[in-house]
């Protein structure tokens, strides 16, 4: 599975600004919605209930809040470089600057698990996070993001 097959090309925010964890999630929900057509709210509602669950923040200033909705189709992407790092309650405690929200249709069990694992892999590799951190540029940081490396193939 290709991140290029989940993130459209408007799926990347550059600058996110936010303060708090809640408000990362306002502001990727109501991106969502322009790409998904699903209301904002109901996107915001399914990350909340699974943020409950224990937080998607993997550590290392990564977060992969995700979830799933009868709505969808298809499986989306979004991510977003925060501005200022934000406390997302992670497991190593720190900040978070990048984050890739994952929605994906009720029934995409096996295709929602590779999505997840494809992208924590990605967000995973130091050198990636590296260049992504070191531009705020969206086009750049989709390319990034998009392209096939070698060492990315695997799902």
């Given at each position: 599975m290709e991140i290029a097959?989940?993130?459209?090309?408007?799926?990347?925010?550059a600058s996110l600004r936010a303060t708090s964890k809640k408000q990362a999630l306002q502001e990727l929900a109501h991106r969502a919605e322009a790409?998904?057509?699903?209301?904002?709210?109901?996107i915001f509602d399914v990350l909340l209930e699974r943020?409950?669950?224990?937080?998607?923040?993997?550590?290392l200033g990564i977060a992969i809040p995700h979830g799933k909705m009868p709505e969808l189709?298809?499986?989306?992407?979004?991510?977003?470089?925060?501005?200022?790092?934000?406390?997302?309650?992670?497991v190593d405690d720190q900040p978070v600057d990048l984050?890739?929200?994952l929605l994906a249709p009720?029934?995409?069990?096996?295709?929602h698990l590779k999505a997840l694992a494809r992208v924590?892999?990605?967000?995973?590799?130091?050198?990636?996070?590296?260049k992504l951190r070191g531009t705020n540029n969206p086009d750049a940081l989709y390319a990034l993001l998009t392209e096939p490396l070698a060492s990315h193939n695997a799902a």
């Amino acid at each position: 599975m290709e991140i290029a097959s989940l993130l459209p090309p408007d799926g990347v925010i550059a600058s996110l600004r936010a303060t708090s964890k809640k408000q990362a999630l306002q502001e990727l929900a109501h991106r969502a919605e322009a790409i998904t057509g699903v209301p904002e709210r109901k996107i915001f509602d399914v990350l909340l209930e699974r943020e409950r669950l224990g937080s998607t923040g993997i550590g290392l200033g990564i977060a992969i809040p995700h979830g799933k909705m009868p709505e969808l189709d298809q499986l989306y992407g979004i991510f977003a470089r925060v501005e200022h790092p934000i406390d997302f309650d992670s497991v190593d405690d720190q900040p978070v600057d990048l984050i890739f929200l994952l929605l994906a249709p009720e029934g995409a069990g096996a295709d929602h698990l590779k999505a997840l694992a494809r992208v924590s892999r990605l967000l995973r590799d130091k050198s990636m996070c590296a260049k992504l951190r070191g531009t705020n540029n969206p086009d750049a940081l989709y390319a990034l993001l998009t392209e096939p490396l070698a060492s990315h193939n695997a799902a």
